[in-house]
């Protein structure tokens, strides 16, 4: 072999990350560069590699790893794709805030929300109330991080359910097929064509501003339209071999939906959950403003756009400062959401090549 040759077999082992004591090993010759017959390898089961590839015998496939390489494994993946999308990493952040602000807000204002300051109404905002304070002398800021509070927790357990629960169900019907399939789709394109927002401002509206019950009525309305659409992504992943391999072996079919079926579309349920807490939200705010969710003396930040609509004139802050909180929310929601589909989606470009 030439010198040239030499070198750059040299070069590829080292990028290789091979030693002469690695190539080494292994009984089998390989052709030299002349390809000669006396280079020919001595037994069928020997790869020929070109020796100016630098690899003088078949790869160990059983080789320990070197220390200096690490195996990327699927979370490491999807975190790379996720942290490379600016937005999403905005949108975590800012929910990250607003979060903190929900837990750590109402202990940095010496006012309650309920507690008003009958010295100081409808006053600016100002060293002793930082967002100003309401007709009723209430501070606005510690409103609106009980608010930020109350509509997290009610958007959160929604969406928490709403996912399980269309899960089960979308992938049960997909499974079970049949009467039970037949019967769960009617109940689906039923509920579907009736106006649901009226019958929960009809449920709600005698609740006393009760969130418990508007969260179950949230819920319980909630999840017919995911499941729609769990159920025909569930189809295709029923006609799987390991589904089939499940049936044959005598698993149960609500295990194999626990199991194989639901962790399958775990994808869609992810970014189902992100967008659910975003549409949550907005089905709280709005019932709210209407007066037909949480009423004072608890409040959210429907509540507090409702108040401050009235007095967008004479007291703008009272409606700027919850609407900021509101879309601040929404918005960094939305862009998790989309930062998640494209770290979920293997089609997907816009996180970059891993």
């Known amino acids: 072999m ?13 990028d290789l990350g091979r030693t002469a004591a690695d190539d080494a090993i292994g009984s089998g010759a390989i052709p030299t560069a002349d390809l000669t017959s006396a280079s020919q390898p001595t037994s069928q089961t020997a790869v020929a590699y070109p020796a100016e590839a630098g690899i003088t015998s078949s790869p160990d496939p059983y080789r320990e790893r070197k220390p200096g390489l690490r195996h990327m494994s699927r979370m490491m993946l999807y975190r790379r794709r996720f942290m490379r999308n600016r937005f999403a990493v905005v949108g975590v952040i800012i929910f990250v805030l607003l979060i903190l602000l929900a837990i750590i807000g109402p202990y940095l204002s010496k006012w309650s929300y309920y507690e008003a300051d009958f010295l100081a109404l409808s006053e600016a905002p100002g060293p002793e109330h930082w967002f100003g304070t309401s007709e009723a002398g209430n501070d606005l800021f510690a409103q609106v991080t009980h608010g930020l509070g109350r509509s997290l927790i009610i958007a959160v357990t929604v969406s928490i359910s709403v996912t399980f629960l269309s899960a089960v169900i979308g992938a049960g019907a997909a499974l079970y097929g049949g009467a039970v399939e037949k019967i769960i789709l009617t109940i689906i394109h039923f509920l579907l064509a009736v106006p649901t927002f009226l019958i929960i401002a009809l449920l709600v509206s005698d609740s006393g501003g009760d969130w418990k019950l508007l969260t179950v009525v949230l819920i319980a309305f909630g999840w017919f ?122 089609n997907s470009n816009a996180g970059g090549k891993a």
Do not use: C
């Not at 189902?272 to 709210?288: N, P, R, Y």
């Not at 007095?311 to 998640?340: C, H, K, N, R, Y």
């Open 2 to 14: 030439s010198e040239t040759g030499k070198n750059r077999a040299l070069q590829h082992r080292a």
């Open 225 to 346: 339209y995911p499941a729609r659409v769990i159920w025909s992504l569930a189809l295709s992943v029923r006609e799987n071999d390991y589904v089939r391999a499940a049936k044959y072996m005598g698993v149960s079919r609500p295990r194999t939906i626990l199991r194989h079926i639901v962790p399958n579309i775990g994808s869609l349920l992810v970014i189902q959950l992100a967008l659910s807490v975003v549409s949550t939200v907005m089905s709280e705010t709005g019932l709210s403003f209407l007066g037909l969710g949480v009423k004072l003396p608890d409040v959210s930040l429907g509540t507090l756009l409702s108040q401050g609509a009235n007095q967008l004139e004479s007291a703008p802050w009272m409606f700027w400062f919850p609407a900021g909180v509101l879309t601040l929310l929404t918005v960094s929601m939305a862009f998790i959401a989309d930062g998640l589909r494209d770290a979920l989606d293997p």
